[in-house]
């Protein structure tokens, strides 16, 4: 209870609405209604979502946002009927390029944007990989949409990807391949990407617990399910301790993330039951 208490002082000074509504609905008494009516704050008319990704200013709607929405959707249980999700469909399927993916719309680079999305290489794995990844957890998009995201992934993806990458090359596929799904080669990829885990484990390249469980997030996943028990309770342990005393979890990023990795942070130690 202590972590919790402290987490929820933390959010009440410091945390965004979003993330404070997201609280309140996985840890207190507020209805998920509720919840979603403060994440339709960040969605444009459009479908798509905007401010909920830190390192992008732009007002217009961009996919990297459009990620987090439906990830805290897929987190909160929303079904893939509510409204706000059948919108942000509308959006993506009528967003996705010819060739797959989903791209910055040119209003983006009119606002501030870190200098990493300034020069993002397209096409791109991510956050294509990503986003569909989180609309199968959802079961939604349209077969001709899934088909467009398998074609990129057969034209740009490779094991060499999971054999020598690092966190941000290897994070789509964690998301495309953890949901279950019939892709021909998601056996392979799944133990590459255990082996890439616990490589990184043993070399201490991971600079926080987050980073770990962004690719576990859960007992029910691959991951959870084939991590040695040790690896996993010895992480979870990390993450405990790496908690701030102001009740946040620090990140080596923009300071405008602490919010989101906070609330990220305590939904792992709940999914594993250690609040």
């Known amino acids: 209870m202590t972590i919790l208490t402290n987490v929820e002082a933390y959010l009440q000074s410091h945390g965004r609405d979003i993330d ?52 805290y959707c897929v987190e909160a249980g929303v079904s893939g009927k509510h409204p706000l999700l059948q919108r942000t469909l509308t959006h993506l399927e009528s967003t996705q390029t010819a060739e797959g993916e989903w791209r910055f719309a040119p209003d983006v680079y009119n606002y501030d ?13 991510n956050p294509t990989l990503t986003l569909a990844g989180l609309l199968k957890e959802l079961k939604l998009g349209s077969a001709g949409l899934h088909s467009r995201v398998l074609q990129l992934f057969d034209r740009l993806a490779t094991p060499t990807d999971l054999e020598e990458g690092d966190f941000y090359q290897v994070r789509p596929y964690a998301f495309y391949f953890l949901p279950e799904g019939n892709h021909p080669q998601r056996e392979t990829y799944l133990a590459l990407l255990l082996d890439w885990l616990l490589r990184q484990e043993a070399a201490g390249t991971l600079p926080t617990s987050g980073h770990f469980f962004e690719y576990v997030r ?18 979870l342990d990390s993450l405990i301790a790496e908690q701030d005393e102001d009740g946040g979890w620090p990140t080596p990023y923009n300071p405008a993330w602490r919010s989101h990795v906070t609330m990220q942070n305590v939904l792992v130690l709940h999914n594993f039951g250690r609040l």
């Open 20 to 71: 404070r509504a997201r609280f309140a609905y996985h840890f207190g008494d507020l209805p998920l209604p509720d919840m979603l009516t403060e994440l339709t704050h960040y969605q444009n008319a459009d479908g798509g979502f905007h401010s909920l990704e830190a390192d992008i200013a732009a007002p217009v709607s961009n996919p990297f946002a459009t990620e987090i929405a439906l990830r």
């Open 113 to 125: 944007l870190a200098p990493w999305f300034q020069h993002w290489p397209w096409p791109n794995l």
């Open 218 to 235: 859960g007992p029910q996943t691959y991951l959870g399910q084939h991590l040695p028990a040790g690896v996993l309770e010895a992480r």
